[in-house]
């Protein structure tokens, strides 16, 4: 099907769980038409399924250009247009090696994903919005602006979001591509699960307000910047940290 110009598009890396998952049933609800990348295709149909008989489901490796290319192909194919892009699909820390002592394979394997996943999904995302608009928004980090030790790919992947968000939104200004960061505190999502309830208190005590975030507090920030009550909000970088970075 192809959807009217006024029906807005949204395309979700990382969408089948966590924060994307949040984010696609937000923006559904608002009646936004979905598109769920993810690289596990059963998850993101499944998700797709339960979301309603618009939203669609296709898989991705962020880390791979052509596979971005075919991912926004679909999205064009399946809706006609894109509007909005949430580039949500990211790695966790697993090493917890120093500077010194972490392998180029262990940083390599973060970058590919967490930077250069989100330089190859914007360049498909702003080919496919030129000449009509959009939004886009990449899922940064607490952690693209502060650090702490023994996650210094993790952290430097997270700083580079940042600079590449504001650098693009410099880039597309006068195209109408609105370009913008949203850096989450700790969030109760499969990263944390993990965790044992010591560990999660632990963390929780990070933050001023005492607890961790539901996805949808996160969700809730993405949509804003999607939406047109956001239409003179680029280059942005939005703390979703309960007061972490206030510290």
């Given at each position: 099907m192809n959807a009217s110009r006024s029906s807005r598009v949204a395309l979700i890396t990382g969408g089948a769980s966590g924060i994307g998952a949040a984010c696609a049933r937000t923006l559904a609800r608002s009646g936004v038409l979905i598109v769920i990348a993810d690289r596990s295709l059963d998850t993101a149909a499944a998700l797709a399924k339960e979301i309603n008989s618009t939203a669609a489901a296709v898989q991705?490796?962020?880390?791979?250009?052509?596979?971005?290319?075919?991912?926004?192909?679909?999205?064009?194919?399946?809706?006609?247009?894109l509007d909005?892009?949430?580039?949500?699909?990211?790695?966790?820390?697993?090493?917890?090696?120093?500077?010194?002592?972490?392998?180029?394979d262990s940083w390599r394997r973060l970058m590919d994903?967490?930077?250069?996943?989100?330089?190859?999904?914007?360049?498909?995302?702003?080919?496919?919005?030129?000449g009509g608009g959009g939004s886009i928004i990449n899922i940064s980090s607490v952690?693209?602006?502060?650090?702490?030790?023994?996650?210094?790919a993790y952290i430097a992947s997270k700083h580079g979001v940042v600079g590449l968000t504001k650098a693009a939104a410099l880039d597309y200004a006068k195209d109408g591509i609105r370009v913008n960061a949203v850096a989450p505190g700790y969030v109760d999502?499969?990263?944390?699960a993990n965790r044992t309830e010591a560990q999660r208190a632990e963390i929780a005590s990070r933050h001023p307000l005492g607890r961790i975030a539901t996805p949808e507090e996160v969700a809730a920030v993405v949509a804003f910047?999607?939406?047109s009550e956001a239409s003179f909000v680029s280059g942005a970088?939005?703390?979703?940290d309960g007061g972490y970075t206030a510290l």
């Open positions: 991705v490796d962020v880390s791979d250009e052509a596979s971005c290319r075919r991912m926004v192909e679909f999205t064009i194919e399946k809706f006609g247009h909005v892009a949430v580039n949500c699909a990211g790695l966790g820390n697993p090493d917890r090696s120093r500077v010194g002592e972490l392998t180029f994903v967490n930077l250069d996943g989100v330089f190859l999904s914007m360049k498909a995302e702003i080919r496919a919005m030129l952690m693209g602006t502060v650090a702490v030790s023994g996650a210094c999502t499969p990263m944390l910047l999607a939406s970088y939005y703390t979703v």
